[in-house]
């Protein structure tokens, strides 16, 4: 099993910044992807930014130049800088890893959500 641990979500203004972090332990190997998603009250979970274990990114449209995905493959973290936020990047923010076994099956895991509201 894995589990995720997120961290770093809160209150900003617009314009600021902040960044969450994901932790993650258990069985972990060393072929996958960590990622986040977002999801706002009525609306449908989206993929925010991810990045593989070889460090490959990709990003939403709508975050591309203001967010950075980056990790630490030490720590097994993921992080997630967000500059120039705007009130519709409100939303919770979930970890995602996917991760393929020696028996090349894949497996996805989410954390519990942190919450980032932009707001004046």
């Known amino acids: 099993q894995v589990q995720l641990v997120e961290s770093g979500g809160g209150l900003v203004q617009p314009g600021g910044s902040l960044r969450v972090s994901c932790a993650a332990s258990g069985t972990l190997f060393s072929i996958n992807a960590m990622g986040w998603y977002r999801q706002a009250p009525g609306k449908e979970r989206e993929l925010v930014a991810a990045i593989t274990s070889l460090g490959s990114t990709n990003y939403a449209d709508s975050v591309k130049g203001r967010f950075t995905i980056s990790r630490d493959n030490a720590k097994n973290t993921v992080y997630l800088q967000m500059n120039s936020l705007k009130p519709e990047d409100t939303a919770v923010y979930y970890c995602?890893?996917?991760?393929?076994?020696?028996?090349?099956?894949?497996?996805?895991?989410w954390g519990q959500g942190t919450q980032v509201t932009v707001s004046s």
């Open positions: 995602n890893r996917k991760q393929r076994t020696w028996t090349s099956t894949w497996y996805e895991y």
